[in-house]
């Protein structure tokens, strides 16, 4: 059963890069694997309630992540109908390209130690449409977003969902990991940068801006929304610190808040007038479709932890490789291929707080792996699938273009890292 299973995501996940060749929407082929990979799962086992109840509890965390994904991409095209990115477009005035990259990805990095990977990555791909025209460009900063995203949320333990994952299960403080972390996961956006920037010349085309735009806001609600929108999403992390609940509803209260706000802000204008600032124009404007896809990736990987697969695939790792350095780097190499929350989770099974204690060297270089390790595929990390769907990137540009920096600099984060724990 484990080896159709097996068969099926590989399937799957081939057929989802090569679906610029097979002309289909890699959504369609997510969920069609997600489906498959636990339809073979029930079949091939006797008993089929406790499948039922796994099936419910992997979709409970799922969804966890769809709505906290759903209510960011809302808050974004919120602030997007709004014309609020203008105020912060309209303050970027280089046009070279060099200087643009590092400006991007220095704010990617440090924006996502404090929000996460996935919300930052959202906002900073919707301002790059705001500041490039020209697609090629465009798509090249998109690849380097994903990886400052990646590589911030490593250091901070809010800022990635395995960190935060080690973070509330005791086997790192907070203090802590971002002392030992920084500077590696640092190293690890530097090296793309530096491998990228003899491409980067002259200079970016600006978008043309529409004069004659009936749906012009004022200054103020601009600003208004601006500010409400990233305090919403700046508001999640403190929500969850304060409430001990999901990231999820810190999101969908700030949505709902927002959501008043605009309602306000809009009355006694025609619905003519405000057809464009509503949130459910926005809900029209949401990539649908990489949600989906999102559904499917998350449906398929939760069969592989639900069977035992991963669970496998990590004693497998411990038995033969018998080297703590190597077994947390193929973990993050794993992590480009399936998410990395499973593979972080049957880590944290296998290993005990006895074992290695918190803060120790084997949980802080899990942290950083399972983190960075996600940018070297666009599949293997939720910053990576959300900038895909944004911007309708395929695997094989991504793998020609982005994959061998992303590699390099996640080897010299982890030397870094080895030199720093020695």
Same mark, same amino acid.
């Given at each position: 059963?484990?080896?159709?299973?097996?068969?099926?995501?590989?399937?799957?996940?081939?057929?989802i890069?090569?679906?610029d060749?097979?002309?289909?929407?890699k959504?369609?082929?997510?969920?069609?694997?997600g489906?498959?990979?636990w339809?073979?799962?029930?079949?091939?086992?006797?008993?089929?309630?406790p499948?039922?109840?796994?099936?419910?509890?992997?979709?409970?965390?799922?969804?966890?992540?769809?709505?906290?994904?759903?209510?960011?991409?809302?808050?974004?095209?919120?602030i997007?109908?709004?014309?609020?990115?203008?105020?912060?477009?309209?303050?970027?005035?280089?046009t070279?390209?060099?200087r643009?990259?590092?400006?991007?990805?220095?704010?990617?990095?440090f924006l996502s130690?404090v929000?996460?990977n996935?919300?930052?990555?959202?906002?900073?791909?919707?301002?790059?449409?705001?500041?490039?025209a020209?697609?090629n460009d465009?798509?090249?900063?998109?690849?380097?977003t994903v990886?400052?995203?990646n590589?911030g949320?490593?250091?901070?333990?809010?800022?990635?969902v395995?960190?935060?994952m080690?973070?509330?299960?005791?086997?790192?403080?907070?203090?802590?990991?971002?002392?030992m972390?920084?500077?590696?996961?640092?190293?690890?956006?530097?090296?793309p940068?530096l491998?990228?920037?003899?491409?980067?010349k002259?200079?970016?085309?600006?978008p043309?801006?529409?004069?004659?735009?009936?749906? %012009?806001?004022?200054?103020r609600d601009?600003?208004i929304? =601006?500010?409400a &929108? !990233? @305090?919403? *999403? +700046?508001?999640v992390?403190?929500?969850?610190t304060? %409430?001990?609940?999901?990231?999820?509803?810190?999101?969908? =209260?700030?949505? &709902? !808040? @927002?959501? *008043? +706000?605009?309602e306000y802000?809009?009355?006694?204008?025609?619905?003519?007038?405000?057809?464009?600032?509503?949130?459910?124009?926005?809900l029209?404007?949401?990539?649908?479709?990489?949600?989906?896809?999102?559904?499917?990736?998350?449906?398929?990987v939760?069969?592989?932890?639900?069977?035992g697969i991963?669970?496998?695939?990590?004693?497998?790792l411990?038995?033969?490789?018998?080297?703590?350095?190597?077994?947390v780097?193929?973990?993050g190499?794993l992590?480009?291929?399936?998410?990395?929350?499973?593979?972080v989770?049957?880590?944290?099974?296998?290993y005990?707080?006895?074992?290695?204690?918190?803060d120790?060297y084997?949980?802080?270089?899990l942290?950083?792996?399972?983190?960075?390790?996600?940018?070297?595929?666009?599949?293997?990390?939720?910053?990576?699938?959300?900038?895909?769907?944004?911007?309708?990137i395929?695997?094989?540009?991504?793998?020609k273009r982005?994959?061998?920096?992303?590699?390099?600099?996640?080897?010299?984060?982890?030397?870094?890292?080895?030199l720093?724990?020695?």
């Open positions: 059963m484990n080896l159709w299973i097996m068969l099926l995501f590989g399937l799957g996940y081939l057929a890069t090569l679906e060749a097979l002309k289909t929407n959504a369609a082929i997510g969920l069609i694997t489906v498959l990979c339809t073979t799962y029930m079949l091939g086992s006797s008993e089929k309630e499948l039922v109840h796994a099936l419910a509890e992997h979709m409970g965390e799922i969804s966890q992540i769809l709505f906290f994904l759903l209510g960011a991409m809302v808050t974004v095209e919120l997007d109908a709004h014309e609020g990115f203008e105020i912060i477009t309209d303050r970027l005035r280089t070279r390209k060099r643009l990259l590092w400006t991007v990805c220095g704010i990617t990095f130690a929000l996460d996935l919300t930052t990555t959202i906002v900073i791909v919707t301002l790059l449409r705001k500041l490039i020209d697609r465009r798509l090249l900063f998109t690849g380097l990886l400052a995203a590589a949320g490593a250091w901070s333990p809010m800022g990635d395995t960190t935060t080690l973070w509330i299960g005791g086997q790192i403080s907070a203090l802590n990991i971002v002392k972390l920084f500077l590696p996961s640092l190293v690890s956006i530097l090296v940068i491998m990228v920037l003899p491409r980067m002259g200079n970016i085309q600006k043309e801006v529409l004069t004659d735009n009936p749906n %012009t806001t004022s200054l601009r600003q929304i =601006l500010w &929108g !990233l @305090i919403v *999403l +700046l508001g992390p403190i929500f969850k304060f %409430t001990h609940l999901p990231p999820f509803m810190g999101m969908l =209260l700030g949505l &709902g !808040l @927002i959501w *008043l +706000l605009t802000l809009h009355t006694g204008k025609s619905e003519e007038d405000k057809a464009f600032h509503t949130v459910v124009y926005a029209r404007k949401v990539d649908s479709p990489s949600i989906l896809f999102f559904l499917g990736i998350l449906l398929a939760a069969s592989l932890q639900s069977s991963l669970q496998e695939v990590a004693v497998w411990d038995r033969t490789v018998r080297n703590t350095n190597l077994i780097l193929w973990i190499f992590s480009a291929i399936v998410d990395n929350v499973p593979l989770a049957a880590a944290q099974g296998m005990s707080l006895e074992q290695f204690p918190a120790h084997f949980w802080e270089f942290a950083y792996c399972a983190g960075t390790g996600g940018s070297i595929l666009i599949i293997g990390s939720a910053a990576g699938v959300a900038a895909m769907g944004m911007e309708k395929t695997f094989f540009w991504y793998l982005i994959s061998f920096p992303a590699i390099l600099g996640y080897l010299a984060g982890a030397l870094v890292y080895m720093l724990a020695a």
